[in-house]
C-alpha cells in the first residue's frame, strides 16, 4: 500500500505522462488523482461528458482495487506493462492494453457513447446526478428506465470487443510467431 505523499508523486509522474488522471491503492483507502479538478456535474445537470466518462474510468479501477487488493493490483499492472512491452508493443499501447485499462477505457468509451446519443445525457443525469439519498436505489422521479442500462452494458460490451481487437493488432506479427514458437517448442 502507498502512502499519500508517495501516491502524490507517483500521480504526478503519470500527469507528466500525459495521464488525465490516475488511481491508486492508498494506506487509507483509495485515491484518485486528476490532472485538473473534474466536474461531472452542475447541480443535477451533467457539465462536462468528458469528465463524467473520466471519473467513470477511474470508479472501474477503484473497482478492481476492491475486487483484489490493491497490492495485487500494482503488481499485475506493472507486470502486465512490462510484458506487453516485452513483446514488442508501443508504449501507449502496451499501457492502454493493461487489463485493467482495457477494461476502464471500454467503460468510459461506452459512457461517451452514449451519452453522445438522443435524450440519453438528460436520462444519465437523472440516474447519476438526482439520486434520492434516502433510497439510493430509486431515484427522485426521473427514472433513467431500464432501456437505459441495457443501451449501456451492449455499448459497453462492443466497446470491450473494440479494445481487445485493438490490443490483438497491436502486437507485432513477427512478435506473435516466435511466442507460438516458443510454447509449441516447450509442449512439443
Ligand atoms: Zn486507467
Redesign the pocket.
Same mark, same amino acid.
Given at each position: 500500500m502507498i502512502s499519500g505523499e508517495y501516491a502524490a508523486r507517483i500521480a504526478q509522474l503519470a500527469f507528466d505522462n500525459d495521464a488525465d488522471a490516475?488511481?491508486l491503492p492508498g494506506v487509507f483507502g483509495t485515491m484518485v488523482f486528476a490532472r485538473s479538478p473534474l466536474r461531472p456535474c452542475a447541480g443535477f445537470q451533467i457539465r462536462s461528458t468528458m469528465d463524467f466518462a473520466l471519473v467513470g +474510468? *477511474?470508479l472501474v +479501477?477503484a473497482l478492481q482495487i476492491n475486487r483484489i487488493t490493491g497490492a495485487r493490483f500494482l503488481a499485475q499492472y506493472l507486470a502486465e506493462y512490462g510484458y506487453n512491452i516485452t513483446i514488442g508493443m508501443a508504449p501507449k499501447a502496451a499501457y492502454e492494453c493493461i487489463s %485493467? *485499462?482495457v477494461e476502464? %477505457?471500454a467503460f468510459q468509451h461506452a459512457l461517451e457513447q452514449i451519452m453522445a446519443r438522443g435524450n440519453n445525457k438528460a436520462l444519465f443525469a437523472g440516474a447519476c446526478c438526482d439520486l434520492d439519498l434516502n433510497s439510493p436505489f430509486t431515484n427522485s422521479g426521473r427514472n433513467p428506465t431500464k432501456a437505459l442500462a441495457d443501451e449501456f452494458a451492449a455499448e459497453f460490451k462492443k466497446q470491450l470487443a473494440i479494445a481487445q481487437l485493438k490490443c490483438k493488432a497491436a502486437v507485432p506479427p513477427s512478435t506473435t510467431i516466435r511466442i507460438l514458437q516458443m510454447i509449441r517448442r516447450i509442449t512439443e
Open positions: 490516475i488511481t +474510468h *477511474e +479501477h %485493467f *485499462e476502464a %477505457f
